[in-house]
């Protein structure tokens, strides 16, 4: 599976799947995981998606870029839940005050969140 990395993205959309080949969690996954497993694990937990396009300013990529990023980081988080035994999750990533902006970036973030959806629902 072709992976790209984020040196390139500045330049190109991301074309990640949603669930790329696992590598082994750091020290700091490992034992965030183990402190969590200490205590109750939620049968539910909520997501909001918000900043990416400050994020992508930030960095100088496109925002189509940072909205790629902000998937991908949620495919992160979604294994987080998956191996914390989390069954339930909610992911809050369009809001109605979204669609005032630009017809083009709304455009492109409903095609982005279909392609993404599309490769979630042929891996899993």
Request: aromatic residues 10%; positive net charge.
């Given at each position: 599976m072709a992976l790209t990395t984020r040196s390139d993205r500045g330049n190109q959309e991301s074309n990640s799947a949603w669930f790329p080949e696992r590598k082994d969690p750091g020290f700091i996954q490992k034992f965030c995981c183990k402190v969590i497993k200490a205590g109750e694990i939620p049968k539910h937990v909520a997501f909001i998606m918000d900043g990416?396009?400050?994020?992508?300013?930030?960095?100088?990529?496109?925002?189509i870029i940072?909205?790629?990023?902000?998937?991908?980081?949620?495919?992160?988080?979604?294994?987080?839940?998956?191996?914390?035994?989390?069954?339930?999750?909610?992911?809050?990533?369009?809001?109605?005050?979204n669609f005032k902006r630009s017809k083009k970036e709304v455009e492109d973030l409903m095609k982005l969140a279909k392609g993404k959806f599309d490769r979630l629902l042929l891996e899993r």
């Amino acid at each position: 599976m072709a992976l790209t990395t984020r040196s390139d993205r500045g330049n190109q959309e991301s074309n990640s799947a949603w669930f790329p080949e696992r590598k082994d969690p750091g020290f700091i996954q490992k034992f965030c995981c183990k402190v969590i497993k200490a205590g109750e694990i939620p049968k539910h937990v909520a997501f909001i998606m918000d900043g990416n396009r400050r994020y992508a300013l930030k960095m100088n990529y496109s925002r189509i870029i940072g909205h790629s990023m902000g998937f991908d980081k949620l495919a992160e988080t979604l294994e987080w839940c998956l191996d914390l035994g989390i069954k339930e999750v909610t992911v809050y990533a369009f809001s109605i005050e979204n669609f005032k902006r630009s017809k083009k970036e709304v455009e492109d973030l409903m095609k982005l969140a279909k392609g993404k959806f599309d490769r979630l629902l042929l891996e899993r």
